[in-house]
């Protein structure tokens, strides 16, 4: 899997994908080091992330309860970044209520949700 790094795009995040030793259902991801915090994201991000790249297909090779931990998340290839139903609810409360949203004051600070991204997908059957 060639996921490249957001800040570094010549190098891959991931130096190794594979299964754990006598294991179908344990999966080592492998970094460099200082790519740490950037992968770390990256295993969180990978049901959207693959779902956006590849389609619906690849839901098959996860567990249910991870299926539906990303069943409102979609990624944002413009961001490179996951974005949730919860993202939306604080994007918004940010837009009505100015009283308490102190990043207004800093400049660049966007919180506009992705565009375009379906969040509707079929979960597999275990």
Excluded: C
Excluded at 9 to 24: G, K, M, Q, R
Excluded at 113 to 120: C, D, I, L, Q
């Amino acid at each position: 899997m060639g996921i490249r790094s957001k800040d570094l795009p010549h190098l891959l995040v991931f130096h190794h994908i594979d299964f754990a030793y006598n294991s179908e259902d344990t999966v080592l991801f492998s970094f460099i080091p200082h790519m740490e915090d950037e992968a770390q994201m990256m295993v969180s991000a990978i049901v959207p992330y693959l779902r956006f790249h590849h389609g619906e297909w690849v839901l098959k090779y996860f567990t249910s309860a991870a299926v539906e931990r990303a069943r409102n998340s979609r990624w944002d290839p413009e961001k490179q970044q996951v974005w949730s139903e919860q993202d939306d609810q604080v994007y918004n409360m940010l837009e009505v209520d100015t009283e308490f949203n102190f990043s207004a004051e800093i400049e660049n600070v966007s919180h506009h949700p992705p565009s375009g991204g379906a969040t509707a997908f079929a979960q597999d059957s275990d």
